[in-house]
């Protein structure tokens, strides 16, 4: 047999199904058969029956997507309003307390010290200490928002040092660390003892890098707010404090 008939005879069969399936719509679909061979009555139940599977499909996977986005509002809900989020929160606004509802300016006047970081950072430490006196009798709960603050305290000062443009951060920072348990010693055998032990504590933090020595009314002064401030800090409700955090600070004079 000649090759070209070999080859007519072989495509022979795809050609005849090409021809069918365009003449014969009901290959590509059979619906389309099973329709042909169902009544006007039977076709319209098949097809309602099938729109109402349909409708009912979307209707689960809309009701499934609602459930899962409820789920997920839900579980970050639980996450934002647990326990230790509250205490986070509420260390947080503590230390916005510190930064953001002092009046530096008084500070700077009564001890005389210039408008510098390092300035800042003593002014801030010493509210930050007093909050620390004041956390340290709430247990667990006072335990964990004292580690807070003191991060949150560190996290901010080393932010400004980087603002500074200093390039040698991690010797500034350890320096700064070494200064603030140094102080924090001090101010904690002060507020425990005699005013004499408080003021050398102030005295030696807040008066000895400026050239206010004779100042000892100013010193008094400090001395004052200081007890004055813890005293405040003590009446502060425990619910308020662990649970929203934002306290005021009395005026300095």
């Given at each position: 047999?000649?090759?070209?008939?070999?080859?007519?005879?072989?495509?022979?069969?795809?050609?005849?199904?090409?021809?069918?399936?365009?003449?014969?719509?009901?290959?590509?679909?059979?619906?389309?058969?099973?329709?042909?061979?169902?009544?006007?009555?039977?076709?319209?139940?098949?097809?309602?029956?099938?729109?109402?599977?349909?409708?009912?499909?979307?209707?689960?996977?809309?009701?499934?997507?609602?459930?899962?986005?409820?789920?997920?509002?839900?579980?970050?809900?639980?996450?934002?309003?647990?326990?230790?989020?509250?205490?986070?929160?509420?260390?947080?606004?503590?230390?916005?307390?510190?930064?953001?509802?002092?009046?530096?300016?008084?500070?700077?006047?009564?001890?005389?010290?210039?408008?510098?970081?390092?300035?800042?950072?003593?002014?801030?430490?010493?509210?930050?200490?007093?909050?620390?006196?004041?956390?340290?009798?709430?247990?667990?709960?006072?335990?964990?928002?004292?580690?807070?603050?003191?991060?949150?305290?560190?996290e901010d000062v080393e932010t400004r040092i980087t603002a500074l443009g200093v390039t040698s951060?991690?010797?500034?920072?350890?320096?700064?660390?070494?200064?603030?348990?140094?102080?924090?010693?001090?101010?904690?055998?002060?507020?425990?003892?005699?005013?004499?032990?408080?003021?050398?504590?102030?005295?030696?933090?807040?008066?000895?890098?400026?050239?206010?020595?004779?100042?000892?009314?100013?010193?008094?002064?400090?001395?004052?707010?200081?007890?004055?401030?813890?005293?405040?800090?003590?009446?502060?409700?425990?619910?308020?404090?662990?649970?929203?955090?934002?306290?005021?600070?009395?005026?300095?004079?």
């Open positions: 047999m000649a090759a070209w008939k070999m080859t007519y005879l072989r495509h022979v069969p795809l050609q005849v199904f090409r021809y069918q399936l365009h003449r014969c719509p009901s290959i590509r679909n059979p619906l389309l058969t099973l329709s042909a061979n169902l009544g006007p009555r039977a076709l319209s139940t098949s097809y309602t029956t099938q729109a109402k599977e349909t409708a009912a499909a979307a209707a689960q996977n809309e009701q499934d997507s609602k459930e899962h986005k409820i789920g997920k509002f839900l579980t970050k809900l639980m996450k934002r309003f647990s326990p230790n989020r509250i205490l986070q929160r509420s260390a947080l606004n503590l230390y916005h307390s510190c930064v953001e509802n002092i009046n530096y300016e008084d500070f700077y006047e009564v001890c005389e010290l210039p408008k510098t970081f390092q300035s800042w950072f003593l002014i801030n430490q010493l509210h930050v200490w007093m909050c620390l006196v004041r956390l340290k009798q709430e247990g667990e709960d006072g335990k964990y928002v004292y580690q807070q603050l003191v991060t949150f305290f560190w951060t991690a010797m500034q920072l350890r320096e700064l660390l070494k200064e603030f348990y140094g102080m924090i010693f001090a101010y904690d055998e002060g507020i425990m003892s005699h005013d004499r032990i408080l003021a050398a504590a102030l005295w030696r933090n807040l008066f000895s890098h400026t050239s206010a020595r004779h100042h000892v009314v100013n010193l008094s002064i400090l001395v004052e707010y200081v007890r004055k401030q813890t005293k405040f800090l003590e009446n502060i409700e425990t619910e308020h404090l662990l649970k929203n955090g934002r306290i005021e600070w009395l005026a300095l004079q």
